[in-house]
């Protein structure tokens, strides 16, 4: 049985930074994809970041302010936000799918397991 646990969530002032972590139980292969997705009210749920063997990848919103790690020793995959804009407000969710991936990193229906979610909320 496979579970995704996000943590750390939180407010901040815009400019500040937050680092979720997502701890994936009963994952055991490596060489899969994990990614964070975010989703605001109102909104779809969009792709943030992904790591997997075949790349990583950032949405352009996001690109040079988050970086995603993973330590497969713990199976755990964090997401490094910094200069944190009031539009990053979101529920933020860890995703994981078997196999790497290439390039439809984004598409939510590639992923077979999913987290419930940590509230990010970033106030100007």
């Known amino acids: 049985q496979v579970q995704l646990l996000e943590s750390g969530g939180g407010s901040v002032q815009a400019g500040g930074s937050l680092r979720l972590s997502c701890a994936a139980s009963?994952?055991?292969?490596?060489?899969?994809?994990m990614a964070w997705f975010r989703q605001a009210p109102g909104n779809e749920r969009e792709g943030v970041a992904c790591t997997s063997t075949g790349g990583t990848f950032y949405a352009d919103s996001v690109r040079g302010r988050f970086t995603i790690s993973q330590d497969n020793a713990k199976k755990t995959v964090y997401l490094q936000m910094n200069s944190l804009k009031p539009e990053d407000t979101a529920m933020y969710y860890c995703?994981?799918?078997?196999?790497?991936?290439?390039?439809?990193?984004?598409?939510?229906?590639?992923?077979?397991?999913w987290g419930q979610g940590t509230q990010v909320t970033v106030s100007s």
């Open positions: 009963g994952w055991t292969d490596n060489s899969d994809t």
């Open positions: 995703a994981a799918r078997p196999g790497p991936t290439f390039g439809d990193w984004f598409f939510t229906d590639r992923y077979t397991h």
